[in-house]
């Protein structure tokens, strides 16, 4: 056994006992489901690490007008913008994975989420966001107010969630009050509208409106866990659940994040509302809303001739294996994701719409932009679609909901895709999402454990929930099982994140070379991601 994969099993114990119970279930299934193990951005991923294909020759060159890296929230963002602005002569490289973690999961005619499942509801700060959801029909009114309102069809659907806990399902994720969560939600209440001595809110979406308040700021540098210590907080169900929220949002625990991150996950849109936007494929939703609405359309391949340009912007299937930076435009080689074939293009602007360690790697001198390799840490997660030609039986007066969590796991639950259509009956099949942040050991251990693990083993922690739930017959509804691994799935918001020196040099970087993605803001959710991307895109349309 490597000592990496010791190291993370190691670190544990409780999810093991959990997935060895699992993994003896699924054992004795004749025949077992179909099992499907997607390591997503691989081996080109590890290819671009190593600066294995930076120095190949391309087979063809061409001049372009504003060339876009990526295709996840950030990417989209910038295109719906420029899109908007009337600047059409867009090409979009979809990267390792056409619209990154907001993927869908497509099984036949089964959609459910390859990756993020929700929007919340943004708050007001969040100013391009709420117009591109008007624009998409999404938001009906309201645009400017504290209380807009959202086309119902696209509102979660109830029952929303609900936990088990102590054998029996409760509605309410807390799994019960007492005076600790009292005294936590009463202080949640005033950070919404408390302001630092700059006149500024402390807590905002996007993260870098927030104050610059060094009393506040000061939060940051101490763990959420260390900060509840301090504050007196004892409840063990109050903690369980705040851990739970770091985890599900962040993808690491409250003694690993920035104690200004767990407050500003419950402060900083500024309303009341628990209601989120939702859709059975989760965010990829919004993803081809997006597309559509920027007129976006494939490319098979780039056409002949020197110079390139569109009267809609394109996309075409490939990744930037190389960007260099010279005086009239920015020098990109672009890689096919299917032939292998690469082509070098002269950009005008480029968006480089990558996570920051992606780009750290394939940007010549990447020093000058600010981008360090190996700065940022990133969390590791499996996100699993169980096929299922029936639905679990649930027990007496006990509702399925779309948000399904087991108190005390070591998952994040399970999401029920079906719970978003719109019909009178059930459906005969459904998918069911399941969620696992793998933050119980060292993550450069855990992506080491995960390269090489057994699919088995895998599923073992992928169902580890649904087991939970509903015990040995679950297997029985099950058909097919897909687990889409993602080892650099969102930057982990650790305390000293508000002022990184990497993320801010970035972020102040002015060039032809654009950066765009949540990464800037040091964590990872859809409201950061639009926001870069549309700051993009007014930079390119300013240059």
């Not at 020197?306 to 672009?334: C, G, K, M, W």
């Not at 088995?456 to 509903?470: G, R, S, T």
Request: charged share 20%; net charge neutral; with cysteine.
């Amino acid at each position: 056994m490597k000592s990496a994969r010791r190291r993370f099993l190691a670190a544990t114990a409780a999810i093991g006992a959990a997935a060895a119970t699992s993994l003896h279930l699924y054992s004795r299934l004749n025949p077992p489901p179909a099992l499907r193990v997607n390591r997503v951005g691989l081996p080109l991923g590890h290819l671009l690490r190593d600066g294995a294909l930076a120095a190949t020759t391309p087979q063809s060159t061409h001049d372009c007008d504003t060339l876009i890296l990526g295709s996840g929230a950030a990417a989209l963002s910038a295109l719906w913008f420029l899109s908007r602005q009337g600047q059409r002569n867009v090409i979009l490289a979809e990267g390792l994975e056409r619209n990154g973690n907001n993927a869908a999961f497509v099984s036949g005619d089964l959609r459910a989420p390859g990756g993020a499942h929700y929007l919340a509801l943004p708050s007001r700060e969040s100013v391009a966001l709420r117009e591109m959801l008007a624009d998409l029909g999404i938001l009906e009114s309201g645009v400017d107010s504290d209380a807009p309102r959202f086309r119902e069809t696209d509102l979660v659907f109830a029952p929303m969630e609900r936990l088990r806990y102590q054998g029996h399902w409760q509605e309410a994720l807390l799994p019960q009050e007492d005076d600790d969560s009292r005294r936590f939600f009463a202080l949640i209440r005033r950070l919404k509208h408390a302001r630092g001595r700059d006149g500024r809110k402390v807590f905002v979406i996007p993260v870098v409106l927030s104050s610059e308040d060094g009393e506040w700021r000061a939060l940051d540098r101490l763990s959420f866990a260390d900060w509840l210590a301090r504050e007196g907080y004892r409840s063990p169900t109050l903690l369980w659940y705040l851990d739970y929220c770091c985890r599900d949002d962040y993808g690491a625990g409250a003694a690993q994040v920035s104690a200004f991150a767990g407050l500003h996950y419950f402060a900083a849109r500024g309303h009341d509302s628990e209601a989120v936007l939702t859709w059975p494929e989760g965010l990829a939703h919004l993803s081809q809303r997006l597309r559509e609405r920027s007129g976006l359309q494939p490319l098979a391949a780039l056409p002949d001739g020197e110079t390139l340009h569109f009267a809609h912007p394109v996309a075409i299937n490939a990744s930037a294996v190389r960007i260099r930076e010279r005086d009239a435009y920015v020098e990109v080689l672009l890689r096919d994701n299917g032939s292998g074939a690469l082509s070098l293009l002269r950009a005008r602007q480029v968006i480089s719409a990558m996570p920051l360690m992606v780009a750290a790697r394939v940007v010549e001198n990447a020093a000058r932009y600010g981008l360090l390799a190996g700065r940022g840490d990133y969390a590791p997660w499996l996100v699993s679609n169980f096929v299922l030609h029936r639905f679990p039986a649930e027990g007496a007066g006990e509702t399925l909901a779309w948000d399904n969590v087991i108190h005390g796991s070591g998952g994040l639950g399970y999401v029920a895709s079906s719970n978003q259509l719109i019909r009178v009956a059930k459906p005969a099949r459904t998918v069911f999402t399941a969620y696992t942040a793998l933050n119980q050991g060292d993550p450069a251990a855990v992506r080491a454990w995960l390269l090489d693990a057994p699919d088995a083993e895998l599923l073992a922690f992928a169902a580890q929930d649904l087991v939970a739930a509903y015990g040995r017959r679950f297997w029985r509804a099950v058909d097919a099982v897909d687990i889409g691994i993602r080892a650099h799935a969102m930057r982990i918001p650790r305390p000293g994140y508000l002022d990184d020196a990497q993320l801010a040099a970035v972020r102040a970087h002015r060039s032809r070379l654009h950066f765009a993605h949540s990464d800037l803001s040091g964590y990872s959710v859809f409201e950061e991601a639009a926001f870069w991307g549309v700051e993009a895109a007014r930079r390119v349309l300013a240059g």
